[in-house]
């Protein structure tokens, strides 16, 4: 699987609205297969990946701006370990 870093620049503010934006996209779909018992599932998963995406923008900018963002997820990881969380199965990711 790959999901592709876009080349942007945003400000934060401009992905505040871009994230608020796709996770209400996502909210709908997500109503409709619960109450109108819609067979929604591909647009729920375009939804979900347009939500990454701009997740992974937000990670990436961090990351220039000198954030170890694996550092991060390793450390999120734990936290989540630490809970009780128990996993099924990992994704990798590496910068190419």
Request: proline share 0%.
């Amino acid at each position: 699987m790959e999901m592709l870093i876009l080349e942007k620049n945003d400000e934060y503010i401009d992905m505040f609205y871009k994230l608020h934006e796709e996770v209400d996209e996502l909210s709908c779909e997500l109503i409709k297969h619960v109450t109108e018992k819609e067979e929604t599932k591909l647009k729920i998963a375009e939804e979900t990946l347009d939500v990454i995406q701009v997740c992974i923008g937000i990670l990436d900018k961090l990351e220039q701006e000198g954030i170890d963002i694996a550092n991060e997820i390793e450390k999120h990881n734990m936290k989540l370990l630490r809970r009780g969380w128990r996993y099924k199965s990992v994704l990798h990711m590496e910068r190419v």
